[in-house]
């Protein structure tokens, strides 16, 4: 007889899939105008669009970003996969990616960077932290 063999896809494999894929897909087919609705601004979230703390942690500015994130999870996710468990893995990831997106626009808020600072006037600094894509257009 021949036995079945049963493929395990880990956890932290399927997240780099997915920020690979995403970031491929909007960067061969400029789907960038398309997937804005998806990144994370201020306006979006206080509408109620919560999602965007989750859908942003996948979208990258650069070719350097989404490297740094695959290759974090690549280094450190299989042995925190096994330490967690592929349920709670995954559960913390999206968490951390949620609470990384509200914290890291809070903190644009109250201390915006001093270069941008004195590049721009009040109004538009309040546009940038209130109402834009943190990728932008």
């Not at 493929?7 to 804005?36: C, D, G, P």
């Not at 974090?72 to 893995?89: C, N, P, T």
């Not at 999206?94 to 590049?119: D, Q």
Request: some cysteine.
């Amino acid at each position: 007889t021949i036995g079945t063999t049963r493929i395990m896809v880990q956890s932290y494999f399927l997240l780099v899939s997915i920020h690979i894929t995403v970031y491929l897909a909007e960067s061969l087919f400029s789907l960038r105008k398309y997937t804005n609705q998806f990144d994370f601004s201020g306006d979006a979230f206080r509408r109620g669009k919560f999602y965007v703390g989750i859908t942003s942690s996948f979208l990258h500015n650069s070719n350097e970003h989404v490297l740094e994130q695959v290759l974090a999870l690549l280094i450190a996710g299989e042995a925190v996969e096994r330490q967690l468990g592929s349920v709670m893995f995954i559960f913390t990831y999206i968490l951390c990616g949620f609470v990384g997106c509200v914290s890291s626009w809070k903190m644009f808020k109250m201390y915006p960077p001093p270069h941008l600072r004195k590049a721009v006037s009040d109004r538009t600094m309040r546009a940038i932290v209130d109402g834009s894509p943190s990728r932008g257009k």
